[in-house]
């Protein structure tokens, strides 16, 4: 996709973050936005702003875990705009648990829209992207989908399978040659409220001697490197360019090539990492 102009775009988790950055970004170079979130008071400060840029938005409170409900959404978008050439798959939620005592709802929770949401909102607009004849799908992992951290099992779990599923897209996209492409997007540390607003299992408190929000913000200040905006900016760039995968931010980029060099012994360093952010 060489440029966004007159394109419509779907984005989920459109309420802040790299969401909102996304949706203004594309509605400054002229792509309507259809616009989706749990949050409907974020959703409709993002669709105000993007609104004045002279496109046309709509705005749907959507579960992306929901499969009943994406498919629904994908067909409103299309009945709305005419047409949908872009899916962002953005949606995306946070837990710190120990694998060991994670509840199961809980691991429920985070795969059902870290992933299921990518795997539902894929399927569900993919035939709407072949019917623009210019389309394009972009899936958010993660850095830790590139590599495990302690006490972000699950939530490593659902980046993980992100990733092997648009890696796994893209080839068939490719094979099919119809005018439609992926791209998986790994953000390394990027500053918006995911980590502030993540989900803390019990086990968390007694490994942090009862400080579980001193180590929530401990994380939370160690991910602020790279702004929602700049993010954006590489995400639509990679997007142009047609990449298959795009790391967003310096820390992405250093500890992707690490992992390169080294396989799985950085493994000792970051159990080393998370041990200290524990216990402060």
């Not at 779990?157 to 599923?165: H, N, Q």
């Not at 502030?196 to 160690?222: V, Y």
């Not at 980029?253 to 992992?259: A, N, P, Q, R, S």
Request: charged content about 20%; glycine content about 8%; hydrophobic content about 45%.
């Amino acid at each position: 996709m060489k440029d966004f102009k007159n394109k419509v775009a779907a984005i989920t988790g459109a309420a802040s973050g790299m969401g909102r950055t996304l949706a203004l970004e594309l509605a400054r170079r002229g792509c309507h936005l259809a616009l989706s979130d749990v949050n409907e008071a974020g959703l409709a400060e993002t669709a105000q702003m993007a609104s004045k840029l002279g496109v046309k938005v709509t705005t749907d409170k959507l579960n992306v875990a929901d499969r009943e409900a994406m498919n629904a959404w994908a067909a409103k978008v299309v009945a709305d705009h005419g047409k949908v050439n872009l899916i962002f798959n953005n949606a995306g939620v946070a837990l710190g648990a120990f694998i060991e005592t994670v509840k199961p709802e809980d691991f429920q929770w985070i795969m059902g829209i870290n992933f299921w949401g990518v795997v539902w909102g894929t399927q569900a607009f993919l035939p709407y992207l072949k019917q623009s004849g210019d389309g394009h799908v972009v899936n958010t992992s993660s850095l830790f989908g590139l590599l495990a951290s302690p006490t972000q099992g699950t939530y490593n779990s659902s980046k993980f399978a992100v990733r092997g599923f648009t890696e796994a897209l893209r080839q068939e996209l490719d094979i099919e040659n119809c005018g439609v492409s992926a791209t998986c997007v790994h953000p390394g540390g990027i500053r918006t409220n995911i980590a502030r607003a993540a989900k803390m299992d019990e086990s968390l408190h007694a490994a942090s001697g009862g400080d579980a929000e001193a180590a929530r913000s401990r994380f939370d200040k160690a991910l602020n490197v790279t702004t929602a905006h700049s993010a954006a900016l590489q995400i639509l760039r990679a997007v142009e360019r047609n990449q298959r995968r795009v790391l967003v931010g310096v820390d992405a980029k250093i500890l992707d090539l690490l992992v390169r060099l080294v396989g799985s012994w950085y493994q000792p360093m970051s159990a080393f990492i998370a041990r200290k952010m524990l216990a402060g």
